[in-house]
């Protein structure tokens, strides 16, 4: 089973819309979790770390479900430049991020 | 905003050769990272280190490959004889403690002939 997994998409959604990527992971352990950006050809951009009880970063909201083992990243009022990539990332608790493939988010006019 | 530099941008290199790629992490961070990201994969995890020693590293990381604190301020990822399937972004990262957010640099592409 990979150990963290995540649809590749890409989600095309219009300006304004409310889109949710879900992100899985395998190893129960782990503590921390990360959400990224990555845009074409540059490097991944913390977006948000993934805290138990949740937390928003204005548009942006992130959830933890330990119970299901996976993480929510939730987009509110998407703007064009929102279009990007989006990685999960689980610290493993051994000095080490493992990623997931990424989510292709477009957002169109 | 204190960020992680990279350098040089693009190397091209001939299947061989050796190549080193500088990283120059956040200045107060104790903890240091490669990874690479071939084109179209996912960012896959090298090393981490943590006081002038190796802390962990993946089944990527052989003997091909090596990595230096040379001074207070750079960190090096050296590999020693680069083969085709070498070729991909590779991103120097830090933070600050263990487990706790990691920066990235812009990365270096490295292209393999």
């Known amino acids: 089973r990979k150990e963290v997994e995540q649809d590749p998409g890409p989600f095309n959604v219009p300006e304004g819309a409310t889109v949710a990527f879900n992100c899985t992971y395998s190893?129960?352990?782990?503590?921390?979790f990360f959400w990224y950006r990555q845009d074409c050809r540059k490097e991944p951009k913390l977006l948000m770390s993934v805290y138990s009880s949740g937390n928003e970063d204005g548009r942006f909201t992130a959830q933890l479900n330990r119970a299901s083992q996976y993480i929510s990243l939730l987009i509110r009022d998407s703007k064009l430049s929102d279009s990007a990539t989006y990685l999960c990332?689980?610290?493993?608790?051994?000095?080490?991020?493992?990623f997931g493939t990424g989510t292709r988010l477009l957002v169109s006019p | 905003e204190p960020e992680v530099t990279q350098t040089p941008s693009h190397q091209v290199t001939q299947m061989g050769q050796e190549v080193i790629l500088r990283c120059v992490p956040i200045s107060n961070h104790l903890y240091f990272y490669w990874y690479r990201q071939i084109l179209g994969q996912k960012v896959e995890f090298l090393v981490s280190?943590?006081?002038?020693?190796?802390?962990?590293k993946s089944e990527i990381f052989d003997d091909q490959f090596s990595v230096e604190r040379p001074d207070g301020s750079n960190f090096t990822l050296k590999i020693r004889s680069t083969k085709l399937e070498d070729s991909a972004m590779y991103f120097c990262a830090s933070s600050q403690v263990a487990e706790d957010t990691q920066y990235f640099g812009p990365g270096t592409r490295l292209t393999v002939l």
């Open positions: 990332a689980e610290d493993t608790g051994f000095q080490k991020l493992v």
């Open positions: 280190f943590y006081n002038n020693e190796i802390s962990e």
């Open positions: 190893n129960s352990a782990s503590q921390s």
